[in-house]
């Protein structure tokens, strides 16, 4: 299901935290159904920054389910969750997991349950939700997998937020020669199976926006790139190590030495503090139609 452990969500989350569509949470409040707290779902919530970055913008009373296959991940998540809420002048409570504040007004608790979401997307928590959420996950899942989410979800008339999910786009400063091809080579990589089936890859968040759309939801859709900076050097080196790797495993025996030399040349870049990639992402909200 990708490898999502606690040192590569440390490593991207400043990433993540800019890149994230601003204006989509603020649409989907003007849409939620005032007065009992807002039942979120939370898939494959790693330690929890998709709470971390909703929960304020959302505001009010919510009660989130978070559902992770990693127990790591899920036994981390209180703990960062209170770090955040301190150093963002909230309120914790341990004992209830809730997270209050007056400015934005918040209150906020969360349940954590180990999930394995590969099996059936039918098996999904989904009744009485009243937003269903992820972050980072789309790529990874199959076409039919996504369409029974989909097709729950409009039974529920739950409203669909999915955040940055890769989209094949990635450009370097500098450029190198070898760029395109080894990022075709990853794209075609990211269509393996992650353990929900054939993964859509790059192509998820479109397919998601035809399914949805079929399926009556009013449908917008932002970019969230990845813009990660010189400085970022640790985050830059991982992404050219696992996209090296990646590509390694769909070239031919004949190609693995340039794409050595690419990985070789990009890491000496980093090194220098020279180098800049935008990594191409993209933002969704779905909203039932009311009728």
Request: charged residues 25%; proline residues 4%; glycine residues 8%.
């Amino acid at each position: 299901m990708g490898d999502f452990d606690v040192d590569w969500l440390r490593l991207r989350g400043p990433a993540d935290e800019r890149a994230r569509a601003a204006d989509l949470p603020v649409l989907l409040r003007a849409h939620l159904a005032k007065g009992p707290p807002l039942k979120v779902l939370d898939l494959g919530c790693g330690t929890g920054s998709n709470l971390r970055a909703l929960a304020p913008a959302l505001g009010g009373a919510q009660a989130w389910l978070c559902l992770d296959v990693d127990a790591e991940l899920l036994d981390r998540l209180a703990d960062e969750t209170q770090a955040w809420a301190q150093a963002s002048g909230f309120a914790w409570d341990a004992t209830a997991r809730r997270v209050t504040g007056a400015e934005p007004r918040l209150d906020c608790t969360l349940t954590t349950r180990r999930f394995d979401l590969a099996p059936d997307s039918a098996e999904l928590p989904i009744d009485g939700i009243g937003l269903v959420t992820a972050s980072a996950l789309l790529d990874l899942v199959s076409e039919t997998w996504l369409t029974r989410l989909v097709s729950q979800c409009a039974k529920a008339r739950a409203p669909i937020l999915m955040a940055l999910t890769y989209d094949g786009r990635v450009a370097f400063e500098p450029a190198l020669s070898g760029d395109r091809e080894v990022i075709e080579a990853v794209n075609r990589h990211q269509r393996r199976d992650k353990g929900f089936g054939p993964a859509l890859g790059p192509g998820a968040n479109a397919r998601l926006a035809i399914l949805a759309a079929a399926q009556g939801y009013w449908v917008e859709v932002r970019t969230s790139d990845w813009r990660i900076r010189r400085s970022e050097r640790e985050l830059q080196s991982a992404l050219i190590r696992g996209w090296s790797r990646a590509a390694c495993e769909e070239a031919a025996a004949s190609d693995q030495a340039a794409i050595a030399h690419w990985e070789a040349v990009r890491l000496a870049a980093v090194e220098r503090g020279c180098s800049r990639i935008n990594v191409g992402h993209r933002d969704l909200l779905a909203i039932p139609s009311r009728a």
